[in-house]
């Protein structure tokens, strides 16, 4: 239960009281957050669900699909993309760097990739809103799921914080190698089911999807743990919506 009030706590804008803040509890909490995801997927889905048989449209369903996520989350993992983006972007030493992404404000390279990332996700889910609502759904819960996963990977041993305080600091090297893959497995046989509700080819598609978004999310980590010397908060809001629009993309592919 100490997870689980981490994961969502931390995570979302539910109401879930965090009774312990120490690594044992942050370690449960990474292994815990793709649970979180799910739920906030589910929810995405549940906007689209309700707007499409009212004849919304398909693209009108993608903007608020996307835009459940940013306010169940209230928009700081869209915020530490931005703060991310500035960073890398500001070509200055790391110590440098991480004073900009502290700083209040966003910059160009901030303000660019958060308008293509969430272009790109509203792209993606409209392309699969016009296929159906359930493909729809299924990518938005698939995609919340990886993009959580992508915390917990972000959270295993080996990756180093990159400051000694924050969000970043509390759960960087907590998750054990072996905790993250058989979450990693947990949610690949997810994508396999789910894809298989739609058809056998669905199925594939899905977990090529999940290995996507891990991938892309990965490549990012690799990044700013060499760019910043190891990963804060900010990083972990990058990683997320990196993953998730990976997964999304992925999925309109083929």
Known sequence: MDGLRFAFGTLTVFPA???RWDRDAARAG????????LVVGLA???AGGVLLPLG??????????????AVLTRGLHLDGLADTADGLGSAKPAEDALRIMKQSDIGPFGVITL??????????VYELY???WAHGAIAVVLAGTVARLALTHAS???VPAARPEGLGAIVAETVPVRSATLCTAAVLLLAAGTGLLLSPYDAVHAVLAVGAGLAAAALLLRRCVRRFGGVTGDVFGAVEETAATATLVALTLG
């Open 56 to 69: 919304a449209g398909p693209l009108i369903a993608a903007v608020v699909t996307v835009a459940v996520p």
């Open 44 to 46: 995405s889905a549940a």
């Open 156 to 158: 295993r041993h080996g």
């Open 130 to 132: 016009g296929e159906g």
């Open 30 to 37: 990474m292994v815990c957050a793709p649970l979180a995801g």
């Open 115 to 124: 308008v293509l990332a969430l272009l790109a996700q509203v792209a993606a």
């Open 17 to 19: 009281r965090i009774t």
